[in-house]
């Protein structure tokens, strides 16, 4: 409780979910957006069961990008992930 930052708060260092999206590509650019439903997330809020998140990615090459996501539970953005993308 000492680092409770509401909806997005996970008492565990992990959790997992499924989720389903769709993928828009233009030129460089894709655009992600996905709904998913957790499977194990030891929460404070009992009604947080779904989350969704969006973002772009940036192709770099065919096989290596460069993201960033939003995660959404309800409508309060609770954390952006950034990161590198490598397609198998």
Known sequence: ????QY???SIDKWRIGVSAGVDANIWKLTFTTQVGK???YNRLHEEVNWYWLFGPTYNITPRFGVQAKTYMHFFQADYINYGFVWRL
Do not use: E, N, P, S
Request: aromatic residues 30%.
């Open 38 to 40: 957790y499977i194990h």
């Open 7 to 9: 909806y997005a708060t």
């Open 1 to 4: 409780t000492q680092t409770f």
